[in-house]
């Protein structure tokens, strides 16, 4: 179990690392909020991709799955927003959004 456990931080440092690099190396980012929405985001993924999958199996209209697929992408990738921008809310804003 705790093997798992280092594994899963392990995996979990090296994705914040790379999204947050940039930002603390400028010091322009408070790494708390980077941290805070990139573990809102790992929380939510099952729920949003639930609902792709929901709306592929069980509705009709090609349209709704979709465009639920395209907002799970825009909320999955959301974090990488960090590279280019120290604006915690546009980032926040953007997953939000989607």
Same mark, same amino acid.
């Given at each position: 179990m705790a093997a798992n456990q280092s594994w899963r931080k392990r995996n979990y440092l090296k994705v914040f690392n790379l999204i947050?690099?940039?930002?603390?190396?400028?010091?322009?980012?408070n790494p708390r909020k980077i941290h805070t929405h990139l573990l809102t985001i790992l929380a939510?993924?099952? @729920?949003? #991709?639930?609902?792709?999958?929901? +709306?592929?199996?069980?509705? +009709?209209?090609? @349209?709704? #799955?979709? @465009?639920?697929? %395209?907002?799970? %992408?825009?909320?999955?990738?959301?974090?990488?927003?960090? @590279?280019?921008?120290s604006n915690v809310l546009y980032v926040a804003g953007v997953s939000l959004f989607s």
């Open positions: 947050a690099s940039e930002r603390i190396k400028r010091q322009d980012a939510t993924i099952p @729920l949003m #991709w639930s609902f792709v999958f929901i +709306s592929y199996f069980h509705v +009709s209209e090609p @349209l709704v #799955w979709k @465009l639920m697929f %395209m907002t799970s %992408m825009i909320h999955l990738l959301s974090p990488a927003l960090f @590279l280019f921008s």
